[in-house]
């Protein structure tokens, strides 16, 4: 029996009376994928991020069979809707020669892993030029991303590119770019985007207003559609709009302020989205910062 129809039969799949996003967060797996989920459920969260390797390493670990049972029955008894995995840091589907072929490989055993654990979505970011030009480095990365497609055809995770901030010659630095790559694949259903607020505003998206945030939406779903919306990343920035920076800060302490955070999570439009904190984990930490987005959404 595939993972979703065991999930949805033990009950623990949605039901109609969820609130509109899942609100969750980063968390560790030391100790054991399934102690995340243990993590998890202690701070009441419905959905939440996490590795499932070391993110400075190219070689994955292998899951075994315990790793794989003990973590879907920890999510049984969790309070967990929906996980996301982040790909590994060095991945890099733009680079040139060695990079890119180990960042098809290291994407490809992503997706494996996320398969196995019947996690349906693992957030990649774009890439990098590194110093050539960017037009080149984004057809890299379209052919890069149409191989691992083809290689994982038979393991339906979706690919969710996240928003950049910029620095480093970075790639997807705007819902349109992503947008062009998404195009160019054909609009393929394993395809869709992470929007990271703290990047957006780095790139110089103004988000601290009502009108500000209806015109990032509207970019959206002009460019990749609201339903490619596979997650947002929620924190504030210390650096300034447009400044390229993705210093990430505790919400409403940073450049951006309270707003379009507390619009993400009450937006009927992502509805059941995971809305994943990836705020610093001192100071008012994930408990603070999950209180908050609770009263902004409606408990």
Known sequence: MEFAEWYTREGCGLSADEPMSLIGTHLSVSGGLHRAVERA?????EAMQIFTGNPLQWRGRSLSLADVDS???ALLNSSVKSVVVHSSYLINLAGEDGVRRKSIDAMTGEIERCYQLGVDSVVLHPGSSTGRDRGEAIGQLILSLGEVLARTEKNPVRILLETMAGAGGTLGVSIEEL????????WNDCLGICADICH????GVDVRSDG????LVASIEKHVGIS???CFHLSD???PRGSNVDRHEHLGQGEIGIIPFGMVVSDERFEKTPCILETPKDGIGDEGNIALLKKMRGA
Not at 200 to 203: H, R
């Open 41 to 45: 459920s202690l701070l009441e969260v």
């Open 71 to 73: 973590f879907r029955r």
């Open 179 to 186: 947008g062009y790559v998404i195009d160019a694949l054909g």
């Open 200 to 203: 957006l505003f780095g790139a």
């Open 212 to 215: 500000g945030y209806e015109r």
């Open 228 to 230: 490619r919306v596979g």
């Open 237 to 239: 920035n210390k650096g």
